[in-house]
Structure formats: structure tokens, C-alpha cells
């Protein structure tokens, strides 16, 4: 069974980073996507930023510029920096990994990330 791993949320003032990472119980390339998603209360949960094995990026139109996904090959994990952090980016976030030809689909328990004004 695959685990995923958040770590890294908090409170942070407008204007702040963070940093969120996502580890995996398996190699992070034995995954054709992996990705962050966010949802706060009362709206949907919506695809902030993916990676895919070749290392193509996908991200938001609401954090472009602003936030960076990237891989740590050596830790295995899955790294979602977070720059220029506004009220409206607080959040559970979530780290997902696809796995395509056997459409299997893992969450993490997710991180609460709180950017005060």
C-alpha cells in the first residue's frame, strides 16, 4: 500500500514561504504524476501543481511565479515551495500520486498551510 507523507504547513503572515515536501513509501518514479492539491472550506479541491515523470510541470494560474514544485531524488520526496503567500492561498494541502495504466490514485492526509493579512 502506497503512503504519502505531508510535512511542512503552518501559519505564515502574508507576504511569507513555505515549504511543503511529500514523501513516498515507493520511488517517486514509479509514478506517472505526482501533484499538490489545496481545498478550503466550502469550495472544491482543485490542482495547484504536478510533476510528471519526465519532469514536465503543471501549475495554477493562481501560483504561477509564485510557487515551485520540484523532486529531491535523494530524500524521495516531492517539494512544493511557496513564495508571496496571500490569505486566499490558506488551506489543507493536499500531495496526490497517480499511477496512469493501472489508474490507481493516493492521497496524503493532507497539511493545513494559514496565511494571516
Known amino acids: 500500500q502506497v503512503q504519502l507523507v505531508e510535512a511542512g504547513g503552518g501559519l505564515v503572515q502574508a507576504g511569507g514561504s513555505l515549504r511543503l515536501s511529500c514523501a513516498a513509501s515507493?520511488?517517486?518514479?514509479?509514478?506517472?504524476?505526482m501533484g499538490w492539491y489545496r481545498q478550503a472550506p466550502g469550495n472544491q479541491r482543485e490542482l495547484v501543481a504536478s510533476i510528471i515523470t519526465g519532469g514536465t510541470t503543471y501549475y495554477a494560474d493562481s501560483v504561477k511565479g509564485r510557487f515551485t514544485i520540484s523532486r529531491d531524488i535523494a530524500k524521495n520526496t516531492v517539494n512544493l515551495q511557496m513564495n508571496s503567500l496571500n490569505p486566499e492561498d490558506t488551506a489543507v494541502y493536499y500531495c496526490?500520486?497517480?499511477?496512469?495504466?493501472?489508474?490507481?490514485?493516493?492521497w496524503g492526509q493532507g497539511t493545513q498551510v494559514t496565511v494571516s493579512s
Open positions: 496526490n500520486a497517480d499511477r496512469w495504466n493501472v489508474d490507481e490514485h493516493y
Open positions: 515507493g520511488s517517486i518514479f514509479s509514478f506517472n504524476a
